[in-house]
């Protein structure tokens, strides 16, 4: 009796174990806020290859044993009491983990398509913005205005995206729920405000404004309110990008006669420039683990896909081709970058490891295609392409197989926006 007691003690904290990480995968694809802690403790284990029966192992070696077989004195000398620990233990963890689920709006058995993707179009006449299913159904026009919007970027819990439009008169940075309510306006100045971007945290916006005669760096709340002024000099500061863990901002400026790309606290202190040569340097990207910035530069004469370690240290050339090679976008995995490449005589979308080994034409179309962007699962990557006449959106597996043509309009689609 005492070793089946044990055995299904044994067997419940394995059950525990295994259902806690499934559990938490699935949940990894629905609760946006907590999605980046998910995914990176289930790499951690994937990358060590650690089961459940070897955590189940660090778990027993920590209590001061050395192997699964060797079971704690406490469970042999009170079985029973361990077991019923064990299956509460189960119960409770279970219980939990189903209510989060069900605050979040997810049943087993609903089908919700992991992403959507906003997009800029002006098959009504002017540029307005779009959110359609991943596989292109379901395109829903979000505004309505006879002057340009454009630029949509997803909130990081995919519930609000972010744009510019001139219907004012001069370009500002606005809000609209992913339903289209609530268009909110947040900047509301008579300079020009561009280039919004989402803290990872989602309680703040980083964006390029005029207002003080040229471009500055500025910082507000995701409401508009407290906007706060980051950099201070007379030239020019723009692209703003947050690190992934909302410590530092990136972005590029002409401060020292050409276009380099500087770094900075979150609050506007220990502004450094990262990349520091006579060339340009534009176009800053964080990796996911923000160890290294990926960027473009001209410093070899012709445009190529560099990366930089977060300090700016060890700058690498992974295009190193005589045609031009820009917009890299790093795979959420970090281990690939797609980019766009002239390289075969015009623009086509490749993705290379992240060392810059392996490139690879993933289009190969006569056509000209461009501004390639992950789906969160890594699965897909949607691009823009004019193959068939127009400028539509595209998507296609992350190995260039079944490309998909997600708009078919006769008008132009572009600026495809993954929601996270």
Known sequence: MKRFLLLASDIALRFWLTLTRVVFIILSSVLAPIRYLLHLFDRWLRKRKISPSRLLGYVRE??????????????????????????????????????????SGFTCGGGESPSRIAFVSDRDGDYEIYVMDADGSNPTRL????ANDWSPLWSPDDDILT???????????????????????????????????WSPDGHKIAFASDRDDNYEIYVMDADGSNPTRLTNNPASDWLPSWSPDGRKITFISDRDGNIEIYTMDADGS?????????????DPLWSPDEDKIAFASDRDGNIEIYTMDADGSNPTNLTNNPANDGLPSWSPEEDKIAFVSERDGNSEVYVMDDDGSNPTNLTNNPAEESMPSWSPDESKIAFVSDRDGNVEIYTMDADGSNPTNLTSNQAGDGMPSWSP
Request: hydrophobic share 40%.
């Open 143 to 146: 505004t309505n205005h006879q």
């Open 62 to 103: 920590m209590a001061g044993k050395k192997t699964l077989v060797r079971i704690p004195d406490m469970v042999r000398r009170r079985p029973k009491l361990t077991i019923l620990l064990s299956i509460s233990i189960v119960v409770i963890v279970t219980v939990l983990l189903l209510w989060i689920v069900a605050l």
């Open 270 to 282: 220990n502004l450094t420039n990262l990349t520091n040569d006579p060339a340009n340097d534009w």
């Open 163 to 197: 744009f510019v439009s001139d219907r004012e008169g001069n370009e500002e940075i606005y809000v609209v729920d992913a339903d289209g309510s609530n268009l909110t306006n947040l900047t509301s100045n008579q300079g020009g405000d561009r280039y919004p971007s």
